[in-house]
């Protein structure tokens, strides 16, 4: 919502905030995360099922705060207006139309250049038809785990689920040009592990843990610490 982006942004200085954009049924894209708007909205539909007018008049309910659901090009704007940079997730569904990535190119291309926005998404074909629309986005390949290292993928960056990453799957995203961000980081123990490890981002829930723990990590490494990670 446009209140939580104001609010993290003006309280804890991200350098970006991670949010998702999916398409709705007039070929609009709208803020949200859940594939199923019930949970947050009570309507059981999903986002591609409604119009962005109809979006816009549901009340996203969370923590106790009701908020309106947001239009990718309002939450842009707001953006804007904090100087603020986003990472802006691409969320895919079989009810996309098959020029969702064209469209959304034509719509925000000049916009995310122009404020230093960048892009990821779970599914590859995304990854691979931004990079080709404009090899000047900087586009992230998330993945829920690793196997067997870094997948060979036009991506600029991995974005992995920290729990099954190592430092040698760091190391080979590096020799290969690519940086490697991790999800979702919320304790200081995985925070410092992921910056021992030579991460190049960490996304998180708990910003005031998260720039809690970089200060410090600012500080000389001590053997201790190498030792425990």
């Not at 190119?105 to 000049?110: G, N, T």
């Amino acid at each position: 919502t446009l209140a939580s982006l104001e609010k993290t942004s003006r309280t804890y200085h991200p350098d970006y905030v991670e949010m998702d954009v999916q398409e709705t049924k007039d070929g609009q894209f709208v803020v949200m995360h859940d594939f199923n708007l019930k949970q947050l909205t009570g309507v059981n539909k999903a986002p591609q099922d409604l119009t962005l007018e109809e979006l816009e008049k549901l009340t996203v309910t969370e923590n106790g705060v009701k908020e309106p659901v947001v239009s990718f090009d309002a939450y842009l704007k707001k953006a804007k207006e904090l100087n603020q940079k986003l990472l802006i997730e691409i969320k895919n569904s079989k009810k996309d139309s098959k020029d969702l990535i064209e469209r959304f190119v034509q719509k925000y291309e000049k916009t995310i250049l122009a404020n230093q926005h960048i892009l990821q998404s779970l599914t590859y074909q995304t990854v691979s038809d931004l990079k080709e629309a404009n090899p000047e986005f900087y586009v992230g390949y998330i993945l829920p785990f690793n196997i067997v290292g870094p997948p060979i993928t036009p991506a600029d960056f991995l974005t992995m689920e920290y729990s099954t990453i190592n430092r040698n799957f760091i190391n080979s995203a590096h020799q290969d040009g690519k940086k490697v961000y991790v999800w979702t980081v919320n304790d200081s123990d995985g925070i410092s592990r992921m910056m021992f490890y030579g991460v190049d981002g960490i996304v998180t829930d708990q910003m005031g843990i998260l720039n809690e723990t970089v200060q410090k990590g600012d500080e000389e490494v001590t053997y201790s610490d190498k030792l425990l990670n």
